[in-house]
């Protein structure tokens, strides 16, 4: 009897603790928000539930499916990463690229 009375007051409620963290942990996601390219490079446009964005940057002919040539660090809009990539990989001449 005192087994049981254990498992109640002291490992059920350790193991919920545990299940709802490992929940709240799964339910931060990235979400794709948009594709495009320019110049040689192709990318997706990434968003986090902390409000920031980044981007994925693939040279144009790579196989869609291998890894990166490279990940930015994160934007706080997605106007700022697409001129990111406008400028320096799209070779685009914005205004905003002197900056």
């Known amino acids: 009897m005192k087994l049981i009375q254990i498992l109640k007051v002291a490992v059920i409620p350790v193991l919920t603790v545990l299940s709802l963290l ?48 490279t990940t930015t660090q994160g934007f706080a809009s997605s106007r700022e990463a697409l001129i990111y990539f406008d400028c320096n990989y799209a070779d685009k001449n914005l205004p905003e690229c002197s900056q």
Do not use: I
Not at 23 to 44: F, H, I, M, P, V
């Open 22 to 69: 490992s929940a709240s942990n799964k339910a931060l996601a990235d979400y794709l928000t948009s594709q495009g390219s320019g110049g040689d490079y192709r990318y997706e446009l990434w968003s986090t539930d902390n409000n920031y964005y980044y981007l994925k940057v693939w040279r144009y002919e790579a196989n869609p499916e291998s890894d990166p040539y």
